[in-house]
């Protein structure tokens, strides 16, 4: 059968027309989030907040005494939160609650064991690491592991601790922050050491296989008053990204895991003059998102690096995320996680 040549036009610029009309409604949707960002805003509440938009998704305040850190569980299904506990003591535990209602709220530690820290939850899977005093015993904080469930708990680091810092013989004397590498297998976490003997002080940045063995120190201070915070890992595994404190002054910095080398990302951080305050690095993407330093929090920004070569690189400017003045809230610790889409 022979088409007339004017159907065939016809038919032709149909077929475009509906191309372009499906290309465009694509163009025009917002973008699929597979990540998702949590963030303290105001007093005793927290935010879910869209990585590719900036858009508050949605805005909880967990039935707790406070907000004292917070996480996303695992592929985001469930908000971490870490409270004082309700009978009136200071001692302060781990909870889980709906990551967008807040509801179904689980206590996961006893507060007749740990008063507890800080919180990061492994992207391999649904496993909880956290630094804690024992309140049974006057030590300072060390780091422990734990399941969302409240299964299968393990201590991880000691105080008295041997650890080889870099050529020196110290002990642990407590330890803070710790962060899960991308793939589970490690953690890094900033750890006070003493020289054994002397008992000189070092502040260390410290990397340990998931069940606490190999303690290797990575970055290392030998005096007192630095701190570090923040701690967490490129999605390569590659780099570790922190904030260190030294007296006033607030630096960001860029450790490369295997050569130990250090990069100075400080004044890429820095916004209208204010240092970081917290930060926290994208699971799927280069990128870090961090707000500067305002009383009560402040707005969200994210900015891109490159990694290539070993080598670290920030990529353009700081873009704002998500701003106080269009919802009235103050945003602060703002933790990245993995999202499935449920």
Same mark, same amino acid.
């Given at each position: 059968m022979i088409i007339p040549m004017k159907k065939i036009t016809k038919i032709s610029f149909l077929m475009l027309f509906t191309i372009f009309a499906i290309v465009g409604c694509e163009a025009n949707e917002d973008p699929i989030d597979d990540s998702l960002i949590i963030a303290t805003a105001t007093t005793?509440?927290? !935010?879910?907040?869209?990585?590719? /938009?900036?858009?508050?998704?949605?805005?909880?305040? =967990?039935? &707790? @005494?406070?907000?004292? $850190?917070? *996480?996303?569980?695992?592929? $985001? @299904?469930?908000?971490?939160?870490? $409270?004082?506990e309700e009978s009136g003591t200071f &001692? @302060? &535990?781990?909870?889980?609650?709906?990551?967008?209602?807040?509801?179904? %709220?689980?206590? &996961?530690?006893?507060?007749?064991?740990?008063?507890?820290?800080? !919180?990061?939850?492994?992207?391999?899977?649904?496993?909880?690491?956290? $630094?804690?005093q024992n309140v049974n015993e006057l030590s300072d904080d060390n780091i422990h592991k734990i399941n969302e469930d409240g299964t299968g708990y393990e201590r991880l680091s000691f105080s008295n601790e041997i650890v080889d810092c870099q050529g020196v013989s /110290?002990?642990?004397?407590?330890?803070?922050? =710790? *962060?899960?590498?991308?793939?589970?297998?490690k953690i890094a976490f900033d750890c006070h050491l003493r020289e054994v003997g002397s008992n000189h002080p070092h502040n260390s940045i410290v990397i340990m296989d998931d069940d606490g063995q190999n303690k290797q120190v990575l970055y290392d201070v030998p005096v007192e008053e630095t701190h570090y915070k923040d701690i967490c890992w490129t999605k390569d595994g590659e780099f570790?990204?922190?904030?260190?404190?030294?007296?006033?002054? !607030?630096?960001?910095? *860029? %450790?490369?895991?295997?050569? @130990?080398?250090?990069?100075?990302?400080?004044?890429?951080?820095? !916004?209208?003059? %204010?240092?970081?305050?917290? %930060?926290? /690095?994208?699971?799927?993407?280069?990128?870090i998102t961090f707000n500067k330093y305002e009383p009560g929090g402040g707005d969200l920004y994210v900015i891109d690096f490159t990694v290539s070569n070993d080598q670290f690189q920030i990529s353009g400017t700081y873009k704002m995320l998500a701003s106080h003045q269009d919802n009235g809230l103050h945003f602060g610790a703002p933790d990245w996680q993995l999202w499935n889409g449920n």
């Amino acid at each position: 059968m022979i088409i007339p040549m004017k159907k065939i036009t016809k038919i032709s610029f149909l077929m475009l027309f509906t191309i372009f009309a499906i290309v465009g409604c694509e163009a025009n949707e917002d973008p699929i989030d597979d990540s998702l960002i949590i963030a303290t805003a105001t007093t005793g509440k927290y !935010v879910i907040v869209s990585p590719s /938009t900036g858009t508050i998704r949605a805005e909880v305040q =967990p039935d &707790v @005494k406070s907000v004292n $850190s917070l *996480a996303l569980g695992f592929q $985001s @299904k469930k908000a971490i939160v870490v $409270s004082k506990e309700e009978s009136g003591t200071f &001692v @302060k &535990v781990i909870y889980t609650c709906d990551r967008e209602t807040g509801g179904n %709220l689980f206590q &996961v530690t006893s507060e007749q064991d740990w008063d507890v820290m800080f !919180v990061d939850i492994s992207l391999a899977g649904p496993q909880i690491v956290f $630094s804690a005093q024992n309140v049974n015993e006057l030590s300072d904080d060390n780091i422990h592991k734990i399941n969302e469930d409240g299964t299968g708990y393990e201590r991880l680091s000691f105080s008295n601790e041997i650890v080889d810092c870099q050529g020196v013989s /110290t002990k642990i004397w407590s330890s803070y922050d =710790p *962060a899960w590498s991308p793939d589970g297998s490690k953690i890094a976490f900033d750890c006070h050491l003493r020289e054994v003997g002397s008992n000189h002080p070092h502040n260390s940045i410290v990397i340990m296989d998931d069940d606490g063995q190999n303690k290797q120190v990575l970055y290392d201070v030998p005096v007192e008053e630095t701190h570090y915070k923040d701690i967490c890992w490129t999605k390569d595994g590659e780099f570790l990204i922190f904030l260190l404190t030294e007296g006033t002054a !607030v630096k960001v910095k *860029a %450790l490369h895991v295997n050569s @130990k080398a250090i990069v100075d990302i400080t004044s890429h951080l820095t !916004v209208e003059g %204010l240092h970081t305050e917290s %930060l926290w /690095t994208s699971p799927n993407e280069n990128k870090i998102t961090f707000n500067k330093y305002e009383p009560g929090g402040g707005d969200l920004y994210v900015i891109d690096f490159t990694v290539s070569n070993d080598q670290f690189q920030i990529s353009g400017t700081y873009k704002m995320l998500a701003s106080h003045q269009d919802n009235g809230l103050h945003f602060g610790a703002p933790d990245w996680q993995l999202w499935n889409g449920n």
